[in-house]
């Protein structure tokens, strides 16, 4: 089985600490994914990886940096945390397809509030 | 207007209803997918499908590729079905999914 591990279900953290969420997953998938989910507003993409050090801007990637230094981590990085950002964080991998159809598989998530 | 809707956002049964939810989407897809996501949060993946008809066990998907429209059925529901079921579809040349804002489904006993 795939597994996906997010390092923490629940975060609290304080308005301008720098945030790391870390993602690990198991199956040596290429592509890697950061989502953020809030009421009403699904699930949007954050940042996108598709090979070590390779990373793509997803539809919402402003305030966030991302690390991928090793295929099966890819780590969100919150440089200066406020309080927009308290959300539900998602990690999900999926294998490079050669039509692009393949499921992602994802982790429990990181509910992170932001005081 | 979203790429892809979904409708409707919050469903109640009572155990034992036919449960159908919907998801049409505006743009060219290569895959249709169906995810399930408990309390707690984790979303696995139901189905994915590009045309026709799958089903596994009491869920049944359908998608209607002229219409741009699926449905996820569930028969027999039962409490345990209580959930949020996303749709979210894969566009050409993307391994990307655009994502549907989910339906709550709540089966009461």
């Known amino acids: 089985d795939v597994k996906v591990t997010q390092s923490s279900r629940y975060l609290v953290k304080r308005t301008g600490e720098k945030v790391f969420l870390e993602c690990v997953q198991d199956m040596d998938h290429e592509n890697m994914f950061w989502y953020r989910q809030d009421p009403g507003l699904g699930l949007r993409l954050i940042y996108f990886s598709y090979d070590v050090k390779m990373k793509e801007k997803g539809d919402i990637p402003e305030g966030y940096s991302v690390s991928r230094e090793k295929k099966e981590r890819f780590s969100l990085i919150l440089e200066s945390a406020s309080t927009n950002q308290t959300s539900m964080y998602l990690c999900a991998s999926s294998p490079l397809s050669e039509i692009a159809k393949n499921i992602q598989y994802f982790g429990a998530g990181t509910r992170l509030s932001v005081l | 207007k979203n790429e892809v809707e979904q409708s409707p956002q919050n469903l109640t049964a009572q155990e034992g209803e036919f449960i159908t939810i919907n998801c049409s989407y505006s743009v060219g897809i290569s895959a249709l997918h169906w995810l399930q996501q408990h309390p707690g949060g984790g979303i696995v993946s139901l189905f994915m499908?590009?045309?026709g008809k799958k089903k596994h066990g009491r869920l049944i998907a359908t998608i209607n590729i002229q219409e741009k429209h699926s449905s996820l059925h569930i028969t027999a529901s039962h409490p345990r079905d209580s959930a949020v079921y996303i749709c979210a579809v894969t566009t050409y040349n993307t391994d990307k999914l655009i994502f549907g804002t989910g339906t709550r489904l709540q089966v009461f006993p």
């Open positions: 499908l590009s045309s």
